[in-house]
């Protein structure tokens, strides 16, 4: 079952609407399909390790940020580190139904703080739409600060960080082999409040992207 972190992207089709109007050097590139089938793996209850290569204490220690860094939440020892949507799972009707693509989301931590990464691809661009109540709920942000947000992802480069106003939110898009759209979705701590501070984030966010690329 998905916790709070992690939210819901069937409850945020009505986000999108208006809106709308881990791998290492050695692994495979990031496509589509890789994403999916990856996602369409994870059962739906999730699962106790990240599919994705991420290593959080490599990109940890590029950002400064001190404490212990590993997979899983230090909060709640019990929860699925792994969780994912869309793919083979997607509802009519929802984001990941109408554009697409899946979505792999990974809760790590560093010291005493919580760091979920989201991972999607979508058939079209945008990918960030379908995470907009994600990024919403992580940021604590308003109707109009979530709107700004997605218009300035929409004009990103691959590779550039681009930080909520809260910042403890920042999402990276990334390249992708062959046709489609992928973000990457880091979020520290909850509400638009985190100890590691928008340096470290933005750091934290390019390293992971690096990762992945």
């Known amino acids: 079952m998905r916790d709070r972190r992690y939210g819901s992207l069937i409850g945020a089709a009505a986000a999108v609407t208006f809106l709308a109007g881990c791998q290492s050097a050695s692994a495979p590139a990031l496509s589509l399909g890789g994403l999916t089938k990856t996602a369409d793996a994870i059962p739906r209850e999730g699962q106790a390790s990240c599919p994705l290569s991420y290593d959080i204490a490599k990109a940890a220690k590029a950002a400064g940020a001190d404490g212990e860094s590993a997979p899983g939440s230090v909060k709640e020892p019990g929860v699925a580190v792994a969780t994912a ?5 997607a509802e009519a009707g929802t984001p990941l139904a109408q554009n697409p693509g899946a979505l792999v989301s990974c809760v790590f931590h560093i010291g005493r703080e919580e760091v979920v990464v989201h991972t999607a691809a979508t058939r079209h661009s945008q990918a960030v739409a379908p995470l907009a109540a994600i990024v919403a709920q992580l940021a604590g942000s308003s109707t109009d600060d979530l709107i700004a947000y997605v218009n300035r992802m929409a004009e990103a480069k691959i590779g550039e960080p ?3 106003k809260s910042g403890n939110v920042a999402a990276v898009r990334l390249k992708l082999d062959g046709e ?10 909850e509400a638009g409040r985190s100890s590691l501070g928008q340096e470290r984030i933005t750091a934290l966010a390019t390293s992971l992207a690096d990762q992945i690329a």
């Open 85 to 89: 949507e869309g793919g083979k799972r």
């Open 180 to 189: 489609g759209d992928a973000v990457m979705v880091v979020g520290a701590g």
């Open 162 to 164: 681009v930080v909520t």
